[in-house]
């Protein structure tokens, strides 16, 4: 019977003698050419318009699978045909190396803390959902919204988007190394994720010009 | 949950491929989201997995350089967020402030 790429993870994962890690190093090269363009894919959904976070997270992503394979558990969502679970998994893994390339790009750098740059600030009185308002928000509009330059400046993208990713919260780790990158408060991300969404709901309400 | 978090933006984002995938419809529909073609093509070295794994963590290709403080703007942005994104502060906001202003001066 020919091996599946849950037991390809399997032998990833056994290095104990020179032999396994032989077959390791071989399972692995397969793996990759199998699940390599879907965790191209994650690498780039994380890192649109900067080719470099691109290259940075799928190198982290390769080392992470190569480190983790034992963690991977093929009895979990037992519902998914594998693909599917070793896909699910794969954006998991993907999670975990966005918050590892956060703290590498500053773990180096201790020139300001969090409490350093604290400062007074305003809380956004409105939530999130109070800004969008109930309208079904218009894909295209939001497309050209999100591109790089457009409308929105890098960091209100990296900010929108890194909290979206955590369900609306961005990882304190994340957020410490978010605030390094542009010199800004912990609060001050809250204002910037505020103005940015205020800024996407007024273009998207806006109706593009007729090309009649 | 955060009550904060919006789960309609963030399937939005998901759409245009911002997001990451978590459930099994999210998994197949991923793949049609984001093409092999829109991938930016990457160095040799890539095409060897195990190679890459023999580097070990490499340094980061991507630019630490903060960007400098423009606290104007910050304390302009604070400023807008607190008036709930309106540019302009209106007559009547604008006559408190003044009215505040003289107070103060008074208390002084």
């Not at chain 2, 245009?16 to 990457?42: A, C, M, R, V």
Request: proline residues 3%; neutral net charge; glycine residues 2%.
């Amino acid at each position: 019977m020919d091996k599946t790429y849950e037991d390809r993870l399997i032998e990833i994962a056994w290095r104990d003698t020179e032999k396994d890690l032989l077959q390791a190093e071989k399972s692995f090269n397969q793996f990759i050419a199998k699940y390599g363009s879907f965790c191209r894919k994650l690498a780039f959904a994380r890192s649109r318009y900067d080719p470099n976070r691109y290259e940075d997270l799928y190198r982290l992503l390769i080392l992470d699978i190569w480190e983790h394979a034992h963690q991977y558990d093929d009895t979990r969502s037992p519902d998914d045909i594998s693909d599917i679970r070793i896909k699910k998994w794969l954006s998991s893994r993907m999670k975990a190396v966005e918050r590892t390339y956060w703290k590498e790009l500053f773990k180096d750098n201790n020139t300001s803390s969090l409490e350093e740059l604290t400062a007074e600030t305003f809380e956004p009185e409105q939530e999130d959902d109070e800004i969008l308002g109930d309208d079904e928000i218009d894909i295209k509009r939001l497309k050209i919204a999100m591109v790089k330059g457009k409308l929105l400046t890098d960091r209100e993208l990296d900010i929108l988007r890194t909290s979206y990713q955590y369900k609306g919260e961005i990882p304190k780790e994340i957020k410490a190394s978010i605030c390094k990158q542009y010199l800004i408060t912990d609060n001050t991300i809250r204002v910037i994720k505020f103005r940015a969404l205020k800024k996407i709901k007024e273009f998207i309400a806006q109706k593009p010009l007729s090309t009649k | 949950m955060s009550s904060k978090f919006n789960n309609k933006f963030r399937t939005a984002l998901f759409k245009i491929g911002h997001i990451l995938p978590e459930t099994t419809q999210e998994i197949e529909e991923f793949d049609k989201i984001i093409s092999d073609k829109d991938l930016p093509n990457l160095p040799n070295i890539f095409d060897n997995p195990s190679q890459i794994v023999k580097q070990g963590k490499s340094i980061l290709k991507s630019n630490p350089e903060p960007l400098e403080m423009n606290q104007e703007e910050t304390n302009k942005l604070m400023a807008q967020a607190a008036r709930e994104g309106k540019k302009e502060v209106s007559q009547e906001i604008k006559d408190k402030m003044a009215k505040d202003r003289r107070d103060a001066k008074k208390k002084n």
